[in-house]
């Protein structure tokens, strides 16, 4: 299976920037599809952003402008560069990625996999 670890959460001030990462591992997988996702106290999960295995982009209307998602596929790794910041933005953030693996009896299998979280906190 493949497994997603985030980082890059923290603590900023209104207006301030953050970069947030998301690590794929595992063995012999290939990532298609990868989305960021937020999650605010008593609030629903929200899609934040997306990308594809092209490139191909998305946002929320709330954040498009102000954050970019990318990805470098040599290192297995998303990233979000959050800016201009705003209080609302305050939210544990969850990358999700789905793609396939080969198993140990050389089948192709699809996962789908999220990553722990990383809290990202925006207040003056």
């Known amino acids: 299976q493949v497994q997603l670890v985030e980082s890059g959460g923290g603590l900023v001030q209104p207006g301030g920037s953050l970069r947030l990462s998301c690590a794929a591992s595992g063995s012999r997988f290939s990532i298609n599809a990868v989305a960021w996702y937020r999650q605010a106290p008593g609030k629903e999960r929200e899609l934040v952003a997306h990308?594809?295995?092209?490139?191909?982009?998305n946002y929320a209307a709330s954040v498009k402008g102000r954050f970019t998602i990318s990805r470098d596929n040599a290192k297995n790794t998303v990233y979000l560069q959050m800016n201009s910041l705003k209080p609302e933005d305050t939210a544990v953030y969850y990358c999700?990625?789905?793609?396939?693996?080969?198993?140990?009896?050389?089948?192709?299998?699809?996962?789908?996999?999220w990553g722990q979280g990383t809290q990202v906190t925006v207040s003056s």
């Open positions: 999700n990625a789905e793609g396939y693996y080969i198993d140990s009896d050389n089948y192709s299998r699809t996962f789908l996999s």
């Open positions: 990308i594809t295995s092209g490139g191909s982009t």
